[in-house]
Nanobody, 114 residues
Framework: QVQLVESGGGLVQPGGSLRLSCSASRTIFFMNFMAWYRQAPGKERELVASLRAYSTNYAESVKGRFTISKDNAKNTVYLQMNSLKPEDTAVYYC?????????WGQGTQVTVSS
């Protein structure tokens, strides 16, 4: 089992930036899929960004603004979010998968508002 803890959320003005972190309780070296999802009130959870091997994928709504990355030495996955918009407001969740399981964090709130 792997525990994931997200951090870095908060309140930011439109146009601002945040970096979310997802810290794992053990090595992420063997994770074959890493992703960030978000869920806004009244909406379904959606995939925002994913990383598989060295390939990344982004939702159309965040392309060019968000970047997913990882640091194996720190057992951490990041989501750099720039040029934030009010419609980016949501709870953001990290998801990691390996051959043994599918792991989720508890979520971190991101609110974009002036």
């Amino acid at each position: 089992q792997v525990q994931l803890v997200e951090s870095g959320g908060g309140l930011v003005q439109p146009g601002g930036s945040l970096r979310l972190s997802c810290s794992a309780s053990r090595t992420i070296f063997f994770m074959n899929f890493m992703a960030w999802y978000r869920q806004a009130p009244g909406k379904e959870r959606e995939l925002v960004a994913s990383l598989r091997a060295y390939s990344t994928n982004y939702a159309e709504s965040v392309k060019g603004r968000f970047t997913i990355s990882k640091d194996n030495a720190k057992n951490t996955v990041y989501l750099q979010m720039n040029s934030l918009k009010p419609e980016d407001t949501a709870v953001y969740y990290c998801n990691l998968q390996d051959r043994w399981g599918d792991y989720w964090g508890q979520g971190t709130q991101v609110t974009v508002s002036s």
